[in-house]
């Protein structure tokens, strides 16, 4: 019998934005699929990208983390998973020389949760935590680093419906506090302002929206972005000078 293997690599390019001559191309994986979803740009000049995979999987999809230098070599590659569908939206590098990654996991059967991982320098497990409650469609989209708390962004879902769902732990994955919206919504990408607030983005009832909260979940106040159809936004980032 004959056995059809898809090949989906990993391709990432770096380029010098002056001119835009690109430095190296290289892609990653392995007899399955791969996706990335997320490449973070690391202070020694290496980088981070998170996805999924289903080469050398423990269910039906692994999360996957690959660290490779300047030059584009794999550093290290690791996956991650249950018996479930497992992946990662988002990875940042944290204080301790590590990174904590959110995505989502069906660990148990069931609906998937959201999925934070911490590990070590070299991507092994230090710990991780499962949020969302029971038959609800719970998934990490985004993640904001503070210096002693981890934000994570994403979503809950009751069968059709979405709500924005915000959680923010201790940097140990303890959770502190847990905050949902009020009208349906998608929410994504989070970042840290100036002055204890944080920025979050959304599609809030058919309109793009940047929601600004504080560092104790409290909504301060909502930027939404209408037009005639129907807009979202999926990431924001600080600009040079604040």
Request: overall charge negative; hydrophobic content about 40%.
């Amino acid at each position: 019998m004959i056995k059809l293997i898809s090949t989906c690599l990993l391709f990432v390019v770096f380029l010098h934005v002056g001119n835009a001559q690109s430095t190296f191309k290289k892609t990653f994986g392995g007899t399955g699929d791969e996706i990335s979803y997320w490449l973070e740009l690391l202070p020694d000049g290496s980088c981070i990208t998170c996805g999924r995979t289903s080469s050398t999987s423990n269910g039906d999809l692994d999360a996957l983390l690959v660290n490779f230098d300047a030059s584009g070599n794999v550093i290290w590659s690791k996956n991650y998973g249950t018996p479930g569908n497992d992946f990662f939206r988002s990875v940042k590098p944290t204080a301790d020389g590590g990174f904590i990654a959110v995505g989502a996991s069906d660990f148990d059967g069931g609906d998937p949760q959201m999925w934070a991982l911490k590990t070590d320098a070299g991507g092994n497990v230090v710990w991780q935590k499962f949020f969302g409650e029971p038959g609800t469609n719970d998934q990490g989209r985004g993640l904001a680093v503070l210096p002693d708390a981890f934000v994570f962004g994403g979503f809950s879902g009751f069968g059709t419906t979405f709500f924005s769902f915000v959680v923010m732990t201790d940097l140990n994955g303890n959770l502190i506090w847990a905050k949902m919206s009020g009208a349906e919504s998608i929410g994504g990408e989070i970042i840290q302002l100036p002055d204890n607030e944080l920025l979050f983005v959304s599609g809030y009832d058919g309109d793009g929206a940047l929601i600004r909260l504080d560092y104790d979940g409290n909504l301060i106040n909502v930027w939404q972005m209408s037009g005639f159809g129907s807009e979202a936004v999926y990431f924001v980032k600080s600009a040079i000078g604040g």
